[in-house]
């Protein structure tokens, strides 16, 4: 696992943008996992910037979401795929049809399931998958005590998720869902290469209970400790709990600039 700690939010992007820009570059077909909430947002802003610069395009890229809500109506602003494509997808001219999601509006939902987890592996698995931390340490929609070689499936929201992800709903809890569709933990283990970024102070307690803590179904992130290739982007205030902090920031300023992450 390598940690990357710098200064602040703004320049979490650029280091993670430049992996995905790296990927697209040297794939015909890469395959992209996208996180939604506020941490990714950064990175989503950094490759926006890149785009318009003609850095990068999205060529035959396709995109594959970690989660989505139920119980809200297919245009509902509030969705997962219409988040992503308002704050990314749309803006960097990704067709429509290479954006895939949980088919949450069909009546066998388990059986969407079992279809999604076909679908990522009919492009060949995702090569590089985003990821947020919650307050509470889950990673997509795997709340504490999910197993951790879960698959994708429905779940039941905490109360402390719904609460944190009220804001994007207006502030109003009542019309947050109380269910989702999410990628399993072993799901997302299977991914090649995985990026979780996490700024503010507000993400320090989780991110040193998931790094350096036990693995545990308590805090579902800390599986990442298991994965042959994770990066952790973090921004000092939320890095400020890590014991080993001071040992990440002289690897990462010591890094042989051919390494890539």
Known sequence: MEVVVVPSRDEVGPVVAAAVVA?????????????????????YEELIRLHRADVWGVGQGVCFLLDEYLG??????????????????DRVGLPTQHLFGPEVHREDLTRACRDYEQEIRAYGGV??????????????FNEPM????????????????????ARFFGGDLDAVPRHVITQGIGTILEAEHLVLVATGQGKADCVAKALEGPVSAMVPA???????????VLDEPAACKLALREYHKYTFEHKPSWQGL
């Open 23 to 43: 990927l697209f570059q040297s794939k015909s077909k890469p395959v992209l996992g996208l996180a939604t909430g506020s941490s990714p947002l950064p990175v």
């Open 72 to 89: 809200l109506v297919p245009e509902h602003p509030g969705l997962y795929r219409a988040y992503i494509r308002e704050v990314l997808t």
């Open 127 to 140: 090569d590089l998958q985003i990821l947020g931390i919650g307050s509470d340490g889950h990673i997509g």
């Open 146 to 165: 999910s197993s951790l070689a879960s698959r994708t499936r429905i779940k039941t929201l905490t109360e402390q998720t719904r609460l944190d992800n």
């Open 222 to 232: 800390s599986v990442l400790q298991f994965h042959p290739h994770v990066t952790v």
